[in-house]
């Protein structure tokens, strides 16, 4: 079974400085690689995934992350924050094949900017 | 525009009653979820539909129900048998090929519900 660990709870950055939240998974194979972001009070929204190829993967609004299988890491980084970033991130591990599907999400990281 | 909307916002529930929480979309997706989000426990899968008339237990689908009548409606009822409902409550929906796992999910604004 596949698991994922985020091991930040809360992050304070200052506006433009850089970014990295950190996620950590647990799969026999490669896995489906989600980052996904909530703004307060609000639904879910992708920001980009990783399913095989390059490693190191562009998102929306700036963001990028990079695989690496020998950490078992799926890495968030942002060159430079800015106040609107202020929100919980939350990596997802997907796996499997039809009914074994499976998606596991991590208990989320806080991110607040210092202005 | 296309997306998923969900109601009421907020919910409030008495003890010993039956809620249902709504969740539409008109993204002309085939697979639907509904998740618990609780502080610092990021989400749990409640139940999950790949196709109409169809559903399957999640993670945490104990004093739950669901309903799949309609591609685009995917109903939530919280029963009295859940003991502890005070949560946020997020519906989602993907493109539901048969490998969901790698699917992109689109979520809605979620539903808080509270106990009275």
């Known amino acids: 079974a596949q698991s994922v660990t985020q091991p930040d709870i809360h992050i304070t950055v200052s506006e433009g400085a850089s970014l990295e939240l950190r996620c950590n998974y647990s799969?026999?194979?490669?896995?489906?690689l989600f980052w996904y972001v909530q703004s307060p009070g609000q639904g879910l929204q992708l920001l980009l995934k990783?399913?095989?190829?390059?490693?190191l993967v562009q998102g929306i609004k700036g963001f990028e992350a990079e695989f690496k299988r020998s950490q078992s890491s799926f890495n968030l980084r942002k060159p430079s924050v800015h106040w609107s970033d202020a929100a919980e991130y939350f990596c997802?591990?997907?796996?499997?094949?039809?009914?074994?599907?499976?998606?596991?999400f991590g208990s989320g990281t806080r991110l607040s900017i210092r202005p | 525009d296309g997306g998923i909307t969900q109601s009421p916002k907020y919910l409030f529930r008495k003890e010993g009653q039956n809620v249902t929480l709504s969740c539409e979309q008109n993204?002309?997706?085939?697979?639907m979820y509904w998740y618990r989000q609780d502080p610092g426990q990021g989400l749990r899968l409640i139940y999950y539909?790949?196709?109409?008339?169809?559903?399957q237990k999640g993670d945490i689908a104990e004093g739950y129900s669901v309903s799949r009548e309609k591609k685009e409606s995917f109903p939530l009822t919280v029963t009295s048998a859940q003991k502890n409902p005070t949560a946020f409550y997020l519906c989602?929906?993907?493109?539901?090929?048969?490998?969901?796992?790698?699917?992109?999910?689109?979520f809605g604004p979620g539903t808080r519900l509270l106990v009275l």
């Open positions: 989602a929906s993907s493109i539901g090929l048969s490998g969901w796992a790698q699917e992109t999910q689109y």
């Open positions: 993204l002309n997706h085939d697979a």
């Open positions: 539909s790949q196709i109409v008339n169809d559903f």
């Open positions: 990783y399913f095989s190829g390059d490693t």
């Open positions: 997802a591990v997907g796996a499997g094949y039809s009914s074994a599907s499976k998606i596991i």
């Open positions: 799969y026999g194979a490669t896995p489906y």
